[in-house]
């Protein structure tokens, strides 16, 4: 009987024990696939998974800081570490600016993942016209990076100290070919990669695809882009605040004019300028050997649709669109080219005209004076909290901002129509056309021009012309509302 009682316990003890070892495994696979949907979600999403306006909107709120805990969405615990054998370490250095470099990162990250190499946290460029010396880490969250991506591929901040002394005498650096396929990194990076166990790419810009590639790595791009990405929480707090500022004050517009020095000295667009100015202009290009095309048909060129408009040139096409007077726009660009007397016309007419010096004190702008990618990255963070966003060029800024308008619900961005506005701006002023033809005409060019749904075109060996992978990922697009398809 004794012994029956104590068989009897130690029954007992075992399915306690058992009981205790299943409860812990399920919920350690709960907080582990909680995890990993935290990170999968986008940041300013992350209450709206199921779709529908009403989410867009509060993912939008919790960009401009009124909700903090969906904007960080910190997981329980990190994701779980992928664990792969390294094909060897990849260097980049990025070029060109802010949004130029980040969509290349997008894309190192995928190249990376794709080909199994671990990534180096990149060095961006401090070379170009601007020559700031900001680093990763003054601009992106740095941990966050590393963390939110463990899942995907490693990536550390610096090379191992005996692969950083072999560097320094011999290193493999090539730049990638643009605009290149999955199968092109297999058959011709991954080899070297392998044989040199560390490889530099000297460029990064437009180096994959738009189209033609798996899902899965067209996903990650998105996943880099609207996740990983994150600004520093010094310039996040000052982005909130601004945003927070402007819509005090209700809607506002962004108009992203692109109308700065360098901008028109390289283009060669100099249409409104005078003949001193485009002298000016014209040496600038000139003294910068790195720029190929020195002779350039300015008019040419604007009638093509390929020069920004000018200051004057979208007052007029602002009003026709309908604007009124008292509409709230926020200037997101650098300095522009002829300062206040190029400004006067679209301040007379737009008089709550704003940009970040004007809301923000001196004393808080100060530690981002000469950065010029840090004051970009606080008119990033406006431009997608807006309500309506424009730019007068469709440069790097305006397509990834594009982009990443679509995929916080379609949110209204007005594409101009550079080659028919030109043709309407030149009868009207020429006064072939009156100022309600005029309107009308601009209007109806435009109605399918907000940033709806559509598709991405693609022209088969001609990638320089075909949409801009960051201006459209269709791919990572739900259904309803622009936002993602539960995975």
């Known amino acids: 009987m004794v012994v029956a009682a104590a068989v009897a316990k130690r029954r007992r003890m075992w399915r306690w024990a058992m009981r205790a070892v299943a409860s812990a495994v399920l919920w350690t696979a709960v907080v582990q696939l909680a995890s990993i ?16 306006s009403g989410g867009a909107a509060a993912g939008l709120a919790a960009l401009a800081g009124e909700d ?69 880490g003054d601009i992106f969250d740095v941990n966050h990076f590393i963390n939110s991506l463990r899942d995907e591929l490693m990536i550390v901040k610096q090379l191992p100290l ?31 990669a392998r044989k040199h166990k560390v490889i530099h790419f000297n460029k990064t810009d437009a180096r994959l695809a738009n189209n033609g590639l798996p899902v899965h790595l067209q996903m990650l791009r998105c996943r880099v ?29 962004v108009l992203h004019l692109r109308y700065e020095m360098d901008m028109l000295s390289f283009s060669g667009c100099a249409h409104g300028c005078s003949a001193k100015e485009t002298e000016e202009l014209t040496r600038m ?22 020069c920004p408009l000018t200051p004057e040139e979208i007052t007029l096409v602002l009003k026709a669109l309908g604007f009124t007077k008292d509409t709230l726009i926020y200037i997101a660009s650098g300095e522009i080219y002829g300062g206040e007397r190029r400004l006067a016309a ?41 309500d309506v966003f424009i730019p007068s060029y469709d440069g790097n800024m305006a397509r990834v901002v594009e982009g990443h308008r679509r995929y ?28 309600g ?12 021009h907000m940033g709806q749904p559509t598709d991405r075109r693609a022209i088969p060996g001609r990638p320089k012309e075909e949409d801009y992978f960051y201006a459209n990922p269709q791919e990572c697009l739900g259904s309803k509302g622009g936002l993602r398809d539960v995975l």
């Open 37 to 52: 949907a935290g990170l999968w979600r986008p940041r300013v999403l992350a209450d709206c998974w199921g779709g529908g």
């Open 68 to 136: 903090r805990t969906t904007a960080r969405l910190s997981p329980l615990v990190p994701v779980p570490r992928r664990v792969y054998r390294s094909n060897g370490y990849l260097l980049v250095t990025c070029n060109g600016g802010l949004n130029q470099m980040r969509a290349g990162i997008c894309d190192m990250v995928t190249i990376a993942r794709h080909l199994n190499l671990t990534l180096v946290v990149p060095e961006l460029d401090k070379r170009s016209f601007w020559a700031d010396p900001s680093d990763f």
């Open 162 to 192: 005996k692969l950083q002394l072999k560097t320094r005498k011999r290193l493999y650096s090539m730049p990638p070919i643009s605009w290149s396929n999955d199968t092109y990194y297999l058959k011709r990076v991954l080899p070297n």
């Open 225 to 253: 882009n609207f996740e990983a990405l994150r600004f520093t929480p010094q310039i996040e707090a000052l982005g909130r605040k601004l945003i927070s500022t402007l819509q005090k004050s209700g809607q506002f517009v």
């Open 285 to 306: 290009r000139y003294a910068y050997p790195w720029w190929k095309e020195k002779e350039i048909d300015s008019e040419f060129k604007r009638l093509q649709g390929l």
């Open 346 to 386: 679209l301040k007379a007419a737009y008089p709550k005209l704003v940009r970040k010096e004007k809301i923000l004190s001196p004393e808080e702008l100060w530690p981002f004076q000469n950065h010029s990618t840090q004051m970009a990255a606080l008119d990033y963070m406006v431009s997608i909290a807006s």
């Open 408 to 435: 916080t619900g379609f949110r209204k961005t007005i594409l101009l129509d550079r080659v028919k506005l030109v043709e309407l701006l030149d009868l009207f002023q020429g006064g072939a056309l009156s100022w």
């Open 437 to 448: 033809g005029f309107s009308a005409a601009v209007k109806a060019a435009h109605q399918d």
